[in-house]
């Protein structure tokens, strides 16, 4: 047998200029907990002028950045073209692989809060955290931590840190949308 190369198509982000090429396919985590969130928020969404996407649009923030965020939340109609979405999102969630913390968590995030974007979530995977993030004068403030515990984190912890722990919880982004921390980690 010759020598056979694997052709990818490889997504790419223009963050402050500069490309950067995504992997190929999340692992099967990213990719539940993506969906998780979609199924949440689509389902609010019905009825209001907002859609939910996950990363099959890319949003054009201005002409040096490009993002194909893992969820967003996109609110005026107008600003859908053949390419994409040329606006601000309301929302955008990014979950975290190994290949992106330091893009996610810093560049991201910076770029994030200069643009606009009102709602910034973080999502942990292996940790199962989840930050969330609101545009407060032109600064991202943060909202809170929610973490889901498996059984054996919870048997470690004392009874009054198993009764602080919040499951179930609103955010300023979506009036009246109650989420489960312990839904979105979902899994089989």
Excluded at 91 to 112: F, G, M, Q
Excluded at 171 to 183: M, R
Aim: hydrophobic share 35%.
């Amino acid at each position: 047998m010759g020598n056979t190369a694997q052709i990818y198509d490889f997504k790419s982000e223009l963050i402050n200029g500069k490309t950067f090429y995504m992997s190929p396919s999340a692992s099967p985590l990213h990719g539940m907990i993506i969906g998780n969130i979609y199924v949440m928020l689509a389902n609010y969404l019905k009825g209001k002028p907002c859609r939910v996407f996950t990363d099959t649009i890319d949003v054009y923030l201005d002409e040096s950045n490009r993002v194909i965020p893992d969820v967003s939340v996109l609110c005026d109609k107008t600003k859908f073209t053949d390419r994409g979405y040329e606006g601000v999102p309301k929302l955008i969630v990014e979950v975290i692989s190994p290949s992106s913390v330091k893009r996610d968590r810093i560049e991201k995030r910076a770029l994030y809060e200069r643009m606009g974007v009102a709602h910034y979530w973080l999502i942990d995977p292996k940790n199962k955290n989840l930050e969330i993030y609101n545009l407060v004068d032109g600064r991202y403030a943060l909202e809170d931590i929610y973490t889901d515990y498996d059984e054996h984190e919870l048997e470690r912890m004392s009874e009054e840190d198993r009764d602080s722990i919040v499951t179930e919880f609103k955010t300023a982004a979506f009036d009246g949308l109650v989420f489960n921390i312990a839904e979105i980690f979902e899994t089989f």
